[in-house]
């Protein structure tokens, strides 16, 4: 008598879907009066604007093409190094038109980490989207901070740590690209 398993296939894996930024942050495409707000729509709420940084960047797929059906959702401490349950947790999604995400939040201070390591200021990012069977995870790093004695970056190759640093494009305002496949691509952390 043949067993169920062997008479049936494996189900595929679903990847994210296009979908999955509607669920979870309805108000950001305009489908209101579902949430007051969506969760992780301002990851430090009690910080006035002159306090914030902002990091703006585009996903790009393997052909270099920019895409708008990502969500983006990322984890800090704060400016001290603490990390709080009820603050530095941000959701966000590119605009579909310019392909751009921008987080407004404040720039993280250098925490010590289970290890008893320092680590460098950084903001850690899920990445999830259309064609990916699980989320990516990477960091961001800023380009005017002390980053050489960080213990993760410290094991990455000098070419690939570039891949993790925001440029400064003008005061409080950083650029992050992220490169999900390719030459550029981003690396991603196993976590």
């Known amino acids: 008598m043949e067993t169920i398993k062997a008479k049936l296939d494996e189900t595929p894996f679903q ?13 950001a495409i305009k489908i209101n009066k579902i949430y007051q707000n969506d969760l992780g729509e301002i990851p430090f709420k009690d910080k006035q604007e002159n306090e914030l940084i902002t990091i703006e960047g585009s ?8 895409l708008d059906d ?35 939040t404040i ?53 690939n740590v570039n891949s993790l640093i925001a440029k400064k494009i003008k005061k409080n305002s950083y650029l992050f690209d992220i490169f999900l496949q390719g030459d550029k691509e981003t690396i991603f952390l196993d976590i």
């Not at 990847?15 to 108000?27: R, S």
């Not at 983006?72 to 947790?89: A, H, P, R, V, Y």
Request: glycine share 8%; aromatic share 10%.
């Open 107 to 159: 720039k993280p201070g250098s925490y010590k980490g289970f290890d008893r390591k320092t680590y460098s200021p950084h903001v850690s990012l899920s990445i999830s989207a259309r064609g990916l069977n699980m989320t990516l995870n990477t960091r961001v790093y800023f380009e005017d901070d002390e980053l050489k004695n960080d213990p993760l970056l410290s094991i990455i190759s000098l070419d």
């Open 59 to 66: 996903v790009f797929d393997g052909n270099g093409v920019a």
């Open 70 to 104: 990502v969500m983006i959702e990322t984890w800090q401490c704060d400016e001290k190094g603490q990390f709080n349950e009820d603050s530095g947790f941000a959701r966000l999604i590119p605009n579909n038109i310019t392909k751009k995400f921008t987080l407004k």
């Open 15 to 27: 990847t994210a879907g296009p979908f999955l930024h509607i669920g979870c942050m309805p108000n």
